[in-house]
T-cell receptor, first 110, second 115 residues
Framework: EDKVVQSPLSLVVHEGDTVTLNCSYE??????LLWYKQEKKAPTFLFML????IEKKSGRLSSILDKKELFSILNITATQTGDSAVYLC??????????FGTGTRLQVFP | NAGVTQTPKFQVLKTGQSMTLQCAQD?????MYWYRQDPGMGLRLIYY???????DKGEVPNGYNVSRLNKREFSLRLESAAPSQTSVYFC??????????????FGPGTRLLVL
């Protein structure tokens, strides 16, 4: 069965901490992995990863994919209260399939 | 650009009633999608449309129908609503015709409660 598993389910940190969010996948004919941030409403796109070992960065956020071990991580350094959100990852596979994980809820307190 | 818009924002239905959720995008995107999001289940794809005139089933299509009215609009219809369809529904769009492989832009969601 194709699946995407995220961990931890929930994370509570203080501002300034660094966090690592995990996403593992088991899908057939993997194509790419997507990270989204969901605050109160619609998910917003963060990264798309297709190649192993190449880090993508956007400010304090970075992500990397390991296609051998079938996982991706999302790092957030120097966290801020505005980083509080649910972070979703999704695997694109076969020619037209996409499956989301259940998300990691991050809460950053001052 | 408004991006992806959805109507209504919130709806309460009785079991057996029907309704249509509307979605429109003004980004000239080719692909459009309907998801539902339930607690502990993440986002699940209901239907998608790779281009005007085509639609395909996603992970959870039962109980739903869709219409890609034109390039801008993609509607989701519940013919006979059931309490199990209580959820938050998101519409999304992406530029590429190769579906699901590109960045998707999401609408603000429709919260549906079926009593």
């Amino acid at each position: 069965e194709d699946k995407v598993v995220q961990s931890p389910l929930s994370l509570v940190v203080h501002e300034g901490d660094t966090v690592t969010l995990n996403c593992s996948y088991e899908v057939t004919n993997f194509r790419s992995l997507l990270w989204y941030k969901q605050e109160k409403k619609a998910p917003t796109f963060l990264f798309m990863l297709t190649s192993s070992g190449i880090e993508k960065k956007s400010g304090r956020l970075s992500s990397i994919l390991d296609k051998k071990e079938l996982f991706s991580i999302l790092n957030i350094t120097a966290t801020q209260t505005g980083d509080s959100a649910v972070y979703l990852c999704a695997a694109v596979y076969n020619t037209d399939k996409l499956i989301f994980g259940t998300g990691t809820r991050l809460q950053v307190f001052p | 650009n408004a991006g992806v818009t959805q109507t209504p924002k919130f709806q309460v239905l009785k079991t057996g009633q029907s309704m249509t959720l509307q979605c429109a995008q003004d980004m000239n995107h080719n692909s459009m999608y309907w998801y539902r999001q339930d607690p502990g289940m993440g986002l699940r794809l209901i239907y998608y449309s790779a281009s005007e005139g085509t639609t395909d089933k996603g992970e959870v299509p039962n109980g739903y129908n869709v219409s890609r009215l034109n390039k801008r609009e993609f509607s989701l219809r519940l013919e006979s609503a059931a309490p199990s369809q209580t959820s938050v529904y998101f519409c999304a769009s992406s530029e590429q015709t190769s579906p699901l492989s590109e960045t998707q832009y999401f609408g603000p969601g429709t919260r549906l409660l079926v009593l």
